[in-house]
């Protein structure tokens, strides 16, 4: 193996680590394994510690990559809010990591709520821009109907999906503020979704391609960062604590995705 | 050289950057618009569809890397013409 090809294996090596340490949290978090050794503590301040790297890569190579397309590139500013969405996360999750590090499960809400809000319409904007910079370079986006039917599609099921996994969260006990912002995140999902699943059939046609690994791990990552916060609703709203771990396990999963694919493209463009 | 034979070698070339499904269906798309159809295609025509399927790879593969990919594909339809 050579030197470069270990050190871009480095990364997934790390992550799959990751995974698999919150994935035996999450499945035995009473096993003497996580009780006496990786205790609870310390696997939420390593956590803390992973989301802000990852999440600090992703903005940055985001940022790179639009600093490597030229002025006129019709995806240059997507790139460039991707970078900013991931950089609002990032603070969001900055403000988290005095209590995180230390071992404490951080306030909600918090100032850091804001900054996670403020993240969606940059990410959903670097979407909606990045589509119609490849329905304009000629590259083939499905028709009006085919576009109308996906946004339909992913609507109804959204739908379907979310209002039985939502009620509780709905129905909840406690602070107003709390459970809007609980309702929120999931609301602001789906939204992000739409554009999700028009890019997704993008890249289906991508597969198999250095571009196609770009847009599977950011849209994989996204994925698991919806797939996060309707958990986190979830399981806040029944009071289930003991399954914290498998939402970390997704925070951690999404940005680390998604650093992966800013990276790829980075490389892309830079070689 | 036939439009056809064209596409998949455009296809082929393309293929590793951004799929052969999308380079494929990518190519059929620009040969609509510029109205190439099936039967043998003209130097000029082939310029042209190149010229769009650059400002495509542009978005995904930025100016340099998109013009030096559409270089390999116009050595690949060279050999080819040549060979026949």
Redesign the interface.
């Known amino acids: 193996m050579t030197k470069s090809r270990g050190v871009d294996l480095l990364p997934w090596v790390i992550l799959a680590l990751v995974v698999v340490v919150y994935g035996g949290w999450a499945l035995a978090p009473s096993s003497a394994l996580y009780a006496d050794v990786l205790t609870p503590e310390l696997l939420l301040a390593a956590a803390a510690l992973v989301k802000l790297v990852y999440l600090l890569a992703g903005a940055l190579w985001a940022f790179a990559c639009r600093d490597?397309?030229?002025e006129d590139?019709?995806?240059r500013p997507a790139w460039a809010l991707l970078s900013v969405g991931l950089g609002a996360t990032f603070v969001g999750q900055l403000s988290y990591a005095p209590y995180q590090l230390l071992g404490r499960a951080a306030p909600f809400p918090s100032v850091g709520d804001l900054y996670f809000i403020l993240a969606y319409p940059f990410l959903v904007a670097a979407f909606v821009v990045l589509l119609r910079?490849?329905r304009e370079?000629?590259?083939?986006v499905g028709s009006l109907g085919e576009r109308l039917a996906i946004v339909c599609g992913v609507g109804l099921l959204a739908t379907v999906v979310a209002v039985p996994i939502l009620k509780p969260v709905v129905n909840a006990e406690g602070p107003l503020l709390e459970r809007v912002l609980t309702v929120m995140y999931p609301v602001l999902d789906l939204v992000l979704l739409v554009p999700l699943a028009l890019l997704l059939r993008?890249a289906?046609?991508?597969?198999?391609?250095?571009?196609?690994s770009v847009w599977a791990f950011i849209l994989g990552g996204m994925i698991f960062m919806c797939v996060g916060d309707i958990s986190f609703a979830y399981f806040s709203a029944l009071g289930w604590t003991h399954l914290d771990p498998f939402v970390h396990l997704t925070f951690i999963l999404s940005y680390g995705l998604i650093a992966g694919g800013a990276y790829r493209q980075y490389r892309?463009?830079h070689? | 050289m036939e439009t056809s034979e064209t596409v998949r070698v455009v296809a082929q070339v393309l293929g590793p950057y951004i799929g052969e499904t999308m380079a494929r269906s990518a190519t059929e798309a620009h040969c609509e618009k510029l109205g190439i159809t099936d039967g043998s295609i003209s130097s000029e025509q082939t310029e042209a569809l190149l010229g769009k399927l650059a400002g495509g790879l542009n978005i995904f593969l930025g100016r340099d890397k998109a013009a030096a990919a559409i270089a390999e594909v116009r050595s690949a339809l060279r050999s080819r013409e040549a060979g026949r």
Request: charged fraction near 15%; proline fraction near 8%.
């Open positions: 490597r397309l030229e590139n019709p995806a910079a490849y370079s000629g590259f083939p993008v289906l046609r991508l597969r198999g391609s250095h571009v196609g892309l463009l070689s």
